[in-house]
Nanobody
Framework: QVQLVESGGGLVQAGGSLRLSCAAS????????MAWFRQGPGKEREFVGFINRSGSTYYADSVKGRLTISRDNAKNTVYLQMNSLKPEDTAVYYCAARTALPVGSIRSRDYEVWGQGTQVTVSS
């Protein structure tokens, strides 16, 4: 069973940067579609972006140009680099893995495995 563990969250001022990491167990990490979602206070979980097996990425419009997803298959880790952070980026950030199909998706229900989440708070 694949397990995901996020790290790197914290408190940052608006305009600052953070890098989140998501470490995965399992020997077939390179075949997974990896995604990031977030859930702000009082909001529904929303799609942030995904990275496919070849390293191609897709982002929500709200984060395009500020947040970047990358992966290191040798380390079984996916990253979310967050720059120019805004207070509205405050949320619990979750990484997720789609193991069944090699197709990226913006729908949370398409991802079978989830991490526990890491809190990101952006102060104004």
């Amino acid at each position: 069973q694949v397990q995901l563990v996020e790290s790197g969250g914290g408190l940052v001022q608006a305009g600052g940067s953070l890098r989140l990491s998501c470490a995965a167990s399992g020997r077939t990490f390179s075949s997974y579609i990896m995604a990031w979602f977030r859930q702000g206070p009082g909001k529904e979980r929303e799609f942030v972006g995904f990275i496919n097996r070849s390293g191609s990425t897709y982002y929500a419009d709200s984060v395009k140009g500020r947040l970047t997803i990358s992966r290191d298959n040798a380390k079984n880790t996916v990253y979310l680099q967050m720059n120019s952070l805004k207070p509205e980026d405050t949320a619990v950030y979750y990484c997720a893995a789609r193991t069944a199909l090699p197709v990226g998706s913006i729908r949370s229900r398409d991802y079978e495995v989830w991490g526990q989440g890491t809190q990101v708070t952006v102060s104004s």
